[in-house]
């Protein structure tokens, strides 16, 4: 059974960091992308950042370049998403999710976690 799991929310003042992490299991994690994905109150779930299964190939949606930092470990079966001079427009519920494709819709992810929250006050 594929399972990921995310750790690492919480609560933060504007200008905070957080670390997010994400491990997984059942799988051959380094076969896979990672999307870091978040959803907000009222919005649509968006693509926050990728990282690629081999190559180390990452993105960023525009809002969170130069702020946000994503990496991966293979050999732990672990992503990470560090969020560094967080905004309170950055606060979601963030997911992580694996896909065989270099995708930003999350459609085209097979597995998610169950989410973290982030909060960060103003």
């Known amino acids: 059974e594929v399972q990921l799991v995310e750790s690492g929310g919480g609560v933060v003042q504007a200008g905070g960091s957080l670390r997010l992490s994400c491990i997984g299991s059942?799988?051959?994690?380094?076969?896979?992308?990672i999307g870091w994905f978040r959803q907000a109150p009222g919005k649509g779930r968006e693509a926050v950042s990728l990282?690629?299964?081999?190559?180390?190939?990452?993105y960023y949606i525009n809002s969170v370049e130069g702020r946000f930092t994503v990496s991966r470990d293979n050999a732990k079966s672990t992503a990470y998403l560090q969020m560094d001079s967080l905004k309170p427009e950055d606060t979601a519920i963030y997911y992580c999710?694996?896909?065989?494709?270099?995708?930003?819709?999350?459609?085209?992810?097979?597995?998610w976690g169950r989410g973290t929250q982030v909060s960060v006050s103003s």
């Open positions: 999710a694996v896909s065989r494709l270099w995708s930003v819709y999350s459609r085209d992810y097979n597995y």
């Open positions: 059942g799988l051959s994690f380094r076969d896979y992308a």
């Open positions: 990282i690629s299964g081999k190559t180390d190939s990452t």
